[in-house]
């Protein structure tokens, strides 16, 4: 299955939406990833101050070196999201999102809904050092 993927900005909510569907090559997560550079431009928000909402409940398993770039990808700090989260089809692909993440920040669901909720509900305060 050929990959594909959409991405939309939410400019009032600082929200970049990010749906894939199929299987990846390296340069497929190379185009994604420069096109997400474009969407948060674009979306004016505050570096690190947006939220992040990804479908990749269509999405196959990936090979190895595909996780690996989307891992890189998502660690970049420069364009590191308020919190992150991601709507998944199959515990397979899942488990294969949760190696990726090692964030505090990112969750998984299974509905765009709960998904949106657990982004936008306000955060505890916490002290600090």
Sequence with gaps: ??????????????????????????????????????????????RNT???????????????????AFQSALADTRFMSRRIAFVTGSSLARMQVRRMMTRDDADFFDTVKDAEAWLFEPVPWRATG
């Design 1 to 46: 299955m050929n990959p594909t993927y959409t991405m939309a900005i939410e400019p009032q909510r600082c929200l970049l939406r990010v749906t894939m569907s199929g299987f990846f090559a390296l340069k497929n997560v190379a185009a994604l990833e420069a096109d997400r550079r474009k969407a948060l431009a674009r979306l004016g928000c505050a």
């Design 50 to 68: 947006h939220y992040t909402l990804v479908d990749v409940s269509a999405c196959k398993l990936q090979p190895q070196e595909v996780v690996g």
